[in-house]
């Protein structure tokens, strides 16, 4: 059983505009969540994170927003451009459990100009 | 830094034969981590290792062993390659876990392995 799962495969937004992405986690002691981006024949680049004592963090264009009670965090891209356009996998897991993480199976993010 | 690296970048197996792939990084990291990724099925940790000399099992253990004799090294091995195993393999690594704010835990991950078994 999937234990992070983000239920949207594909995701078509014009440039300039919001991206959304979303992602659900079953297990509420996970405390640590983050966001990775990956393009083709490539391995995933680490963007943001967050830890359950937040429940924002942003950096530059990227923002990821945690929902402890409904176990839910997004990533917003503001503005989105064509150059973000990639697969995008949201993770979780316990802090200070060797790092390990629980992946969900990603968001292709298609930005159109 | 060449980060995290990983040999080879493309294998093509029989089913039975065995082999080995290699993960290197140069950024002193003392957790190491194997994934697979399947399509619709995001990333599946292999094994993992805490440090030199030890390894742990992850979701998906079966059919798989690793090794970690030296820190930079992480070493993941198919005894008797089987098609199931045909995936895209990659390699992480990441510093111990610092701090009540939870920075630095992020994991780097190398290039990528994509094995086929016939």
């Known amino acids: 059983d999937q234990q992070v799962k983000q239920n949207s495969p594909s995701l078509s937004v014009q440039e300039g505009r919001i991206s959304i992405l979303n992602c659900d986690y079953t297990?509420?002691?996970?405390?640590?969540f983050l966001w990775y981006k990956k393009y083709p024949a490539e391995g995933p680049t680490f963007l943001i994170s967050?830890?359950?004592?937040?429940d924002k963090n942003e950096d530059g264009r990227f923002t990821v927003f945690l929902n402890k009670s409904a176990k839910h965090l997004s990533l917003h891209i503001v503005p989105s451009q064509p150059g973000d356009s990639a697969v995008y996998f949201c993770?979780?897991?316990?802090?200070?459990?060797?790092?390990?993480?629980?992946f969900g199976s990603g968001t292709k993010l298609n930005v159109k100009p | 830094n060449a980060g995290v690296t990983q040999t080879p970048k493309f294998r093509v197996l029989k089913t039975g034969q065995s082999m080995t792939l290699l993960c290197a990084q140069d950024?002193?990291?003392?957790?190491m981590y194997w994934y697979r990724q399947d399509p619709g099925m995001g990333l599946r940790l292999i094994h993992y290792?805490?440090?030199?000399?030890?390894?742990a099992k992850g979701e998906v253990p079966d059919g798989y062993n690793v090794s970690r004799l030296k820190k930079q090294n992480f070493l993941l091995g198919l005894e008797s390659a089987a098609p199931s195993q045909t995936s895209v393999y990659f390699c992480?690594?990441?510093?111990?876990?610092?701090?009540?704010?939870?920075?630095?835990?992020?994991?780097?991950f190398g290039p990528g392995t994509r094995l086929t078994v016939l």
């Open positions: 992480a690594s990441s510093y111990r876990g610092q701090g009540t704010s939870g920075d630095y835990n992020e994991q780097f």
């Open positions: 297990n509420s002691m996970f405390d640590y």
């Open positions: 967050i830890s359950s004592i937040k």
């Open positions: 993770a979780a897991g316990l802090l200070y459990n060797f790092n390990k993480f629980y």
């Open positions: 950024m002193n990291h003392e957790y």
């Open positions: 290792s805490v440090g030199e000399g030890t390894t």
